[in-house]
């Protein structure tokens, strides 16, 4: 989208939705689980500048593509993009208003009470794995979209291979992590922690850093769609930043 076109389209959603509305209007927002909860708290903010009330279905990727495939009731879908592109290809879409949000990176999930782990450089981590036992992550086949970002990280290291004989992808990583049965974990920043005794160490180094991203679009049978490109532009004006770094969330553009 050019500047002046997104210029125009963040205009009007303004205009559209932050002059009092003459009655609140009700949006429902399909997004994913990595950036539910930054959303949430946004929507808290735009209820009370605006009345119209936000309401999420946060969900996995499997979920997702069933509500867009069902064609179900939503105003605003904030998805992977890849997703997205997919919905735009099958005329689930407005035309031209898509736009990016949010990029979400990997993240380290170590025990709290554990040694202190470092991976401060691409050569550090890289010890790190072949230092450890097991290491746990999400399983790409039952739709964890984390795993595909951390096969990235590892394909650029050159480590899958030895990794996956140390895997862990069932559900529960995390608490195995916070009971000492895994050396760590990898997953987005934004879901971590997600277990007792579980604490963020930190981000994996930029050079390697794998990104899941995230976009935002009208569904093509939302009728009335101006309170929505409200909240669009308010979750990604740059007063909206600190909400989205508060879970680990970069804002598109970053």
């Known amino acids: 989208m050019g500047v002046a076109r997104r210029t ?75 997703f997205l592109r997919a919905a735009e290809k099958a005329g689930k879409v407005k035309p031209g208003a898509s736009r990016p949000v949010a990029k979400v990176g990997v993240g380290v999930a170590a025990r709290a009470d554990g040694p202190k782990l470092d991976f401060s450089t691409p050569d550090a981590f890289k010890k790190m794995l072949a230092d450890a036992r097991k290491v746990a992550f999400s399983d790409a086949a039952t739709g964890g979209l984390s795993a595909l970002s951390v096969a990235r990280v590892l394909e650029t290291l050159g480590v899958a291979e030895m990794v996956k004989a140390k895997a862990v992808t069932q559900g529960n990583g995390q608490e195995m992590v916070g ?38 679009a009208i569904p093509a049978g939302a009728a009335a769609p101006e309170p929505a490109l409200a909240f669009l532009a308010f979750i990604t004006a740059p007063e909206a930043r600190a909400k989205w770094e508060a879970s680990g969330i970069d804002m598109a553009g970053n």
Request: cysteine-free.
């Open 8 to 82: 125009v389209f963040v205009m009007s959603a303004v205009l559209a939705g932050f002059i009092a509305p003459a009655s609140a209007a009700e949006i429902r927002v399909l997004t994913g689980n990595a950036v539910g909860a930054s959303q949430q708290a946004l929507a808290a903010e735009f209820t009370k500048k605006t009345g119209h009330e936000v309401k999420f279905l946060s969900t996995n990727p499997a979920i997702i593509q069933q509500k867009i495939d069902a064609n179900e009731p939503f105003e605003l879908y904030v998805i992977p993009a890849a």
């Open 179 to 216: 009971k000492g049965e895994v050396d760590f974990g990898l997953y987005n920043v934004s879901e971590i922690p997600r277990a007792p005794n579980v604490v963020l160490a930190g981000r994996l180094p930029a050079s390697i850093q794998a990104y899941l991203e995230y976009d935002a």
